[in-house]
């Protein structure tokens, strides 16, 4: 759920493995057939957290600095972990890792597990979506590491290629050992999918409120059982207050349906305000409601090859019908 909360496939990934110690970025397994790459990252988190837990702060953020950062420059970047780019990136992530620390300090233990089986769920994840989607292509990495409260997926721009990574911290925040990710996963997946068809540089809003809430409404046609947490992420009483303020919420995006103002993003796709009068991360819901009213009589598919001029026109109209116009 992109930008939070964004795998690519070409996949075969039935076959893959972990590399299970903390090294540089290699390959998980060498995959002749597949054109992609999975990079497991966490081990050197567990290593860092061997040797930093119960150390005073201070400490702690050293290791942070020397166990990770710097082993993983293009990685722990500010662009990838959406951190200010004004300021410098030591200042940045210590500041981000004292915030962290207490939030997800109670969850490790889902943490480890989700790390540990991350991988060996993901083929049946991926197996899944291309009975949709066979025409998925992806010839970039898959990252899995600690986005240290970053994202739970994204997709970001690494070494100059579109790069799909996964925050197992987020991950065991957000859905916990025992619900089920699978929905996340898809989610995640048809961004991937989706930027096939795509300019990967337009960031006018009503792109954003259509990639995020066509990347939902497949998640759920894909599962649909999927609902709350599972099919919209943290808030949890985001979809209920969204759905209240349906008519405001979709007026306002239409109004500045053109803008590519990161404020403007952040107010309707972000999560760092849970009681701003703007529902965080509301925008995934209306988007949702969006593509619920463009979709009938089209497949997946087609949705998701459609081009920016019908796109903007299909979303204008959509959102005039939530505002009840």
């Known amino acids: ?24 970025d290699a390959p998980v397994a060498a995959q ?12 050197d988190f567990w290593a860092f957290w061997s ?15 020397t166990m990770l950062l710097e082993r993983h ?45 991350i991988a060996s ?29 970053g994202f739970d997926g994204a997709v970001r721009t690494v ?35 989706h930027s096939q068809f795509l300019d990967k540089d337009d960031d006018r809003l009503f792109m954003n409120l259509w990639s995020e809430g066509l990347a939902t409404y497949v998640a759920k046609a ?3 059982s999927a609902e709350g947490v599972n099919l919209f992420g943290l808030p949890l009483d985001m979809p209920e207050r969204a759905a209240a303020m349906l008519p405001q919420l979709a007026r306002e995006l239409r109004e500045n349906m053109d803008s590519t103002s990161p404020d403007t993003y952040a107010r309707f796709f972000f999560g760092k305000d ?18 619920e009213k463009i979709a009938p009589g089209r497949e997946l598919r087609e949705l998701a090859g459609m081009q920016p001029a019908e796109i903007r026109a299909a979303v204008e109209k959509a959102l005039l019908g939530l505002e009840g116009r």
């Not at 002749?32 to 081990?43: E, F, G, H, K």
């Not at 703007?278 to 593509?291: E, F, K, N, Q, W």
Request: with cysteine; glycine share 6%.
């Open 222 to 224: 894909l599962n649909p």
């Open 51 to 65: 040797a930093a837990h119960g150390k005073p702060l201070e400490e702690q953020q050293r290791l942070l600095q």
């Open 73 to 117: 420059p293009h990685i722990y970047t500010a662009h990838v972990l959406t951190l200010p780019d004004d300021e410098p990136l030591e200042e940045a992530m210590n500041a981000r890792y004292e915030r962290w620390l207490p939030r997800i300090s109670p969850h490790i233990e889902t943490m480890k597990k989700v790390s540990e089986r």
């Open 121 to 149: 769920d993901l083929p049946e994840y991926e197996r899944s979506f291309r009975k949709t989607f066979p025409d998925m292509r992806y010839t970039g990495n898959v990252y899995f590491m600690c986005s240290f409260g």
């Open 32 to 43: 002749s057939a597949a054109s992609y790459r999975v990079i497991d990252i966490t081990p």
């Open 159 to 193: 070494n100059g290629e579109r790069t799909l990574l996964f925050g197992v911290d987020m991950i065991a925040y957000v859905y916990g050992e025992h619900a089920d990710p699978q929905p996340f996963f898809h989610h995640e997946l048809f961004h991937i999918y």
């Open 274 to 291: 849970e009681h701003a009068e703007v529902p965080a991360r509301s925008g995934y819901y209306v988007g949702y409601r969006v593509v």
């Open 1 to 24: 759920m992109c930008r939070l909360l964004i795998l690519c496939i070409a996949f075969a990934l039935a076959g893959c493995g972990r590399d299970s110690s903390p090294t540089s």
